[in-house]
């Protein structure tokens, strides 16, 4: 667990955006690199394009859980949990974030400050990273060491 929160603080620092972060994560849990996957997720950073709109993370949360379960080829058929998965994710996310910024939009977690980037962010990604973590392990996607 230290390992990768140790991996976050360095992506951010490498200056990548939350959903970016989350994605580069899961990839190389698989094993595997993807550049051109983690430059789309920049259209999701600072809530959609820096728009303040959904928080990147929950978004990048989400396109994880869609990694694991999703359909990306005519032979592929999409998991029949990744909805209820995705929902899960959602939900715990609305539970622990609205509470304690107000909403679940970046503009929300920010609360137009810019430090919070620093103070806030990180804790979200964290929590963010592992509960999806946990809901892919229970979905039997892996298994968490």
């Given at each position: 667990m230290s390992e990768e929160i140790a991996r976050i603080t360095q992506l951010s620092m490498q200056g990548f955006h939350c959903s970016q972060i989350i994605l580069i994560l899961g990839l190389e849990q698989q094993g595997k690199?993807?550049?051109?996957?983690?430059?789309?997720m920049n259209g999701l950073a600072g809530g959609l394009?820096?728009?303040?709109?959904n928080c990147?993370?929950?978004?990048?949360?989400?396109?994880?859980?869609?990694?694991?379960?999703?359909r990306g080829e005519l032979?592929?058929?999409?998991?029949?949990?990744?909805?209820?998965?995705i929902q899960e994710l959602v939900e715990w996310f609305e539970e622990t974030?609205?509470?304690?910024?107000?909403?679940?939009?970046c503009q929300h977690i920010m609360n137009n400050d810019p430090w919070n980037r620093l103070t806030r962010c990180?804790?979200?990604v964290i929590k963010?990273?592992?509960?999806?973590?946990?809901?892919?392990e229970d979905n039997g996607f892996l298994t968490i060491t």
């Open positions: 690199n993807n550049p051109d996957l983690v430059r789309a394009g820096f728009t303040g709109k990147g993370t929950l978004t990048g949360g989400v396109c994880l859980l869609g990694l694991h379960g999703g032979e592929e058929r999409e998991n029949h949990h990744l909805n209820e998965m974030f609205a509470k304690e910024y107000g909403g679940v939009d990180p804790d979200v963010t990273y592992f509960k999806v973590k946990e809901i892919l």
